[in-house]
């Protein structure tokens, strides 16, 4: 970080091409990341304000996008994208959010193999239990998302611990 003029707590994107051998790492300077903080995982609000979920753009060499959760006001995705091999960084984009929702979980994020299209779905959770599932795309690789869509028309009850003990069986992701 100090050959970069960044100080502190920063965030590093290492991108390698030859699996490893030889590679280039850049501080992410549109990142902040606030001092340590007990028990923080990275990833946004109350997480230490990193960033996870590197996606590669398998259409254009040098796209990548990174993804971070939001915790307030409401809970969304923000996503940045490097055209450079991660040299520079846009702004964060918001992905949208979800209404009433409590928190995010599973966010699987992805490039389409045949054109610069992004997709990103997350399972949102509301008070009592409930949950579902929504997704966003964006055409220009994260400069713009589609409004969310919702994967069902209604929400999914709360899960029977009772009736089904299984950790993750029953998620719906």
Same mark, same amino acid.
């Given at each position: !970080?100090?050959?970069?003029?960044?100080? /502190?707590?920063?965030? @590093?994107?290492?991108?390698? +091409?030859?699996?490893? &051998? *030889?590679?280039?790492?850049?501080?992410?300077?549109?990142?902040?990341? !606030?001092?340590?903080? =007990?028990? #923080?995982?990275?990833?946004? #609000?109350?997480?230490?304000?990193? @960033?996870?979920?590197?996606?590669?753009?398998?259409?254009?060499?040098?796209?990548? *996008? @990174?993804?971070?959760?939001?915790?307030? =006001?409401? =809970? $969304?995705?923000?996503?940045?994208?490097?055209? %450079? %091999?991660? &040299?520079?960084?846009?702004?964060?984009?918001?992905?949208?959010?979800?209404? %009433?929702? *409590?928190?995010?979980?599973?966010?699987?994020?992805? +490039?389409?193999?045949?054109?610069?299209?992004?997709?990103?779905?997350?399972?949102?959770? +509301?008070?009592?239990?409930?949950? %579902?599932?929504?997704? @966003?795309?964006? &055409?220009?690789?994260? *400069?713009?998302?589609?409004?969310?869509?919702?994967?069902? $028309?209604?929400?999914?009850? =709360?899960?029977?611990?009772?009736?089904?003990?299984?950790?993750? $069986?029953?998620? /719906?992701?």
């Amino acid at each position: !970080p100090g050959r970069e003029g960044v100080s /502190g707590p920063c965030q @590093v994107c290492g991108i390698s +091409y030859d699996n490893g &051998k *030889t590679g280039q790492r850049h501080v992410m300077k549109h990142i902040a990341i !606030p001092a340590s903080q =007990p028990g #923080a995982r990275g990833g946004g #609000a109350g997480g230490g304000g990193g @960033v996870g979920n590197l996606v590669a753009d398998p259409t254009t060499p040098g796209r990548f *996008t @990174v993804m971070r959760l939001v915790g307030a =006001p409401a =809970p $969304h995705y923000e996503l940045s994208t490097s055209n %450079d %091999d991660g &040299k520079t960084w846009s702004p964060f984009v918001s992905a949208g959010t979800t209404p %009433d929702a *409590t928190s995010f979980t599973k966010p699987p994020i992805m +490039y389409s193999r045949h054109a610069s299209l992004l997709a990103l779905t997350w399972k949102a959770n +509301y008070a009592g239990g409930s949950f %579902d599932v929504w997704s @966003v795309i964006s &055409k220009d690789a994260g *400069t713009t998302f589609s409004a969310p869509l919702r994967s069902r $028309h209604e929400q999914s009850p =709360p899960r029977d611990h009772s009736r089904d003990p299984q950790q993750d $069986h029953n998620d /719906g992701v």
